[in-house]
């Protein structure tokens, strides 16, 4: 990050990498340092190679925080790529990333063209500038982590978003107009030129059955074993799973993905469906509740920050129509870019269970059984489950710790 006040000259810069690059061994402790393209046991060595052993390309990407005059950007412009230090020693690129300036008490820290900060920057220090496609160049305060502008290309990149939508319906014809609707849908669905639904899938379907309710699982969806004998199965246990059971679902446990439930049932069949006499002609009319997944991608990061106030701001139940009612939307699952792969955090209150964690490497520590975050997009719509309904055990009890640096 470039501070502007007087100070090293460019001369000073050179002479600083040069010096930095003769000591190879000392590198490893300077922040920002990468080397490519070398085998981990030669970075770990602590002699210079042999005459007869194979040598190696080195590449560095060095983070410099320079005090200097305006005029060190036109020096840096007329410089001519690669310059070479020595024999084997050359600086192919060098890049000013970010600005700052004092403004009257404080100070403003830009980017160079082609860097931007992070939404999280803009939020922390007041964007100066306007706020577009989740990164702004410019805030107001000098970062205490020693954080610099970034690659803009890097910051703009797709985001994965689960919704749970729960629906409350008087009209059972509704939820057929809804299953047509879903399957004459031609997926992603835009929203707006930055949003885009990728996949929307009904789960459960919970209905008045006598004095209490019957939910029962859309196709691919089941309940897992413990909670068929908790709340008692209106069809037969197979596979560890059922498709029916005679309660309403507390604390919005709902329908799973069959392929993810790996729970053990002490016994094979349940009791047999319910044969309660439906209600009298003169009862309330029947409300049925939907429990409805929509993933949402998009490639700019404020409108997840928007959607999660504009989902804050709601007062539930919000009416569709006469006959449909939302009861309640939650943000359970965020998937964003991170280096060659994905990480995917938890909202507030859902977690990934044990095993989700040490599958796919959890990237913070594991605790209660759980984590908040794994290195992977998760398969087969795979989402974070609410904290209190995760049942699985680890096989491990000593925590992963991974140091992260976000990139959204």
């Not at 490519?36 to 210079?48: A, F, N, T, V």
Request: aromatic residues 6%.
């Amino acid at each position: 990050m470039a501070t502007w006040s007087q100070g090293l000259s460019f001369c000073s810069l050179l002479l600083l990498l040069y010096l930095m690059l003769e000591s190879r061994e000392s590198f490893q402790a300077f922040a920002g340092l990468k080397s490519e393209g070398i085998p981990p046991q030669e970075i770990l060595r602590q002699k210079r190679a042999a005459q007869d052993e194979p040598t190696y390309n080195w590449t560095y990407v060095i983070d410099i925080e320079v005090n200097g005059s305006s005029g060190l950007i036109a020096a840096l412009n007329n410089i001519s790529l690669p310059v070479q230090l020595n024999s084997i020693t050359q600086i192919s690129e060098i890049q000013v990333t970010t600005a700052c300036t004092p403004v009257g008490a404080g100070v403003q820290c830009r980017c160079q063209e082609g860097f931007a900060w992070p939404i999280e920057s803009c939020l922390a220090y007041a964007a100066c500038d306007v706020i577009a496609k989740g990164v702004c160049t410019c805030i107001n305060g000098l970062p205490t982590d020693g954080q610099s502008c970034q690659p803009i290309d890097s910051l703009q990149a797709a985001v994965v978003v689960e919704v749970v939508v729960e629906l409350d319906l008087i009209d059972l014809a509704t939820l057929e107009i809804l299953r047509a609707r879903l399957e004459n849908s031609s997926f992603p669905l835009a929203l707006s030129p930055a949003v885009q639904i990728t996949d929307i899938n009904i789960t459960t379907v919970c209905s008045p059955f006598g004095a209490g309710f019957q939910c029962t699982c859309e196709d691919q969806y089941r309940w897992p074993c413990d909670k068929c004998l908790l709340h008692g199965s209106c069809d037969n246990i197979t596979d560890e799973t059922c498709g029916c059971i005679n309660a309403l679902p507390p604390d919005e446990e709902y329908c799973q993905l069959s392929q993810l439930i790996n729970t053990t049932c002490p016994i094979t069949t349940s009791a047999p469906p319910s044969t309660t006499s439906p209600p009298p002609s003169t009862s309330p009319p029947v409300v049925y509740e939907y429990l409805t997944t929509i993933e949402l991608q998009t490639t700019n990061v404020t409108v997840i920050e928007e959607l999660r106030s504009i989902l804050d701001n709601i007062s539930y139940p919000f009416p569709i129509d006469s006959n449909i009612l939302i009861s309640e939307v939650n943000i359970t699952t965020v998937c964003s870019p991170f280096g060659a792969g994905f990480q995917c955090t938890c909202e507030d209150q859902y977690r990934w269970p044990c095993d989700k964690c040490l599958l796919h490497g959890s990237c913070e520590n594991i605790t209660d059984e759980t984590c908040g975050c794994i290195n992977a997009l998760p398969p087969d719509e795979e989402y974070c489950q609410l904290s209190q309904l995760s049942t699985f055990s680890c096989l491990v009890t000593d925590d992963i710790k991974l140091w992260i640096q976000p990139r959204i």
